[in-house]
Nanobody
Framework: QVRLAESGGGLVQAGGSLRLSCAAS????????MGWFRRAPGKEREFVAA????????SYTDSVKGRFTISRDNAENTVYLQMNSLKPEDTAVYFC?????????????????WGQGTQVTVSS
């Protein structure tokens, strides 16, 4: 089992940047596919980005491609989401998640463990 704790959220103006971190407990962090999801007010939770256990493969939803970068440090048991050129529509609670799969997966049901989330608010 793995426990996840997100940090780094906050209030930022449009065009600004934030870096989210997700610290994981457990000795098997490097074996999990890690993902970031978000839930905007009144909307369903949606996929944002995911990264393979080695960091060699990534996947992004179209709306964040070129602006967000997912990365991981297996020695530190941490996954990151660097968010640049933020837009008001990026406002949401951001969650990190871990999946016990070999492939980089993008749906909520494929993830086994979830953090509590961190709020990101982008003002116009």
């Amino acid at each position: 089992q793995v426990r996840l704790a997100e940090s780094g959220g906050g209030l930022v103006q449009a065009g600004g940047s934030l870096r989210l971190s997700c610290a994981a407990s457990g000795r098997t962090f490097s074996s999990y596919v890690m993902g970031w999801f978000r839930r905007a007010p009144g909307k369903e939770r949606e996929f944002v980005a995911a990264i393979s256990w080695s960091g060699g493969r990534t996947s992004y939803t179209d709306s964040v491609k070129g602006r967000f970068t997912i990365s991981r440090d297996n020695a530190e048991n941490t996954v990151y989401l660097q968010m640049n050129s933020l837009k008001p529509e990026d406002t949401a609670v951001y969650f990190c998640a871990a999946a016990t799969t070999a492939a980089v997966v993008t749906t909520t049901k494929q993830y086994n463990y979830w953090g509590q989330g961190t709020q990101v608010t982008v003002s116009s």
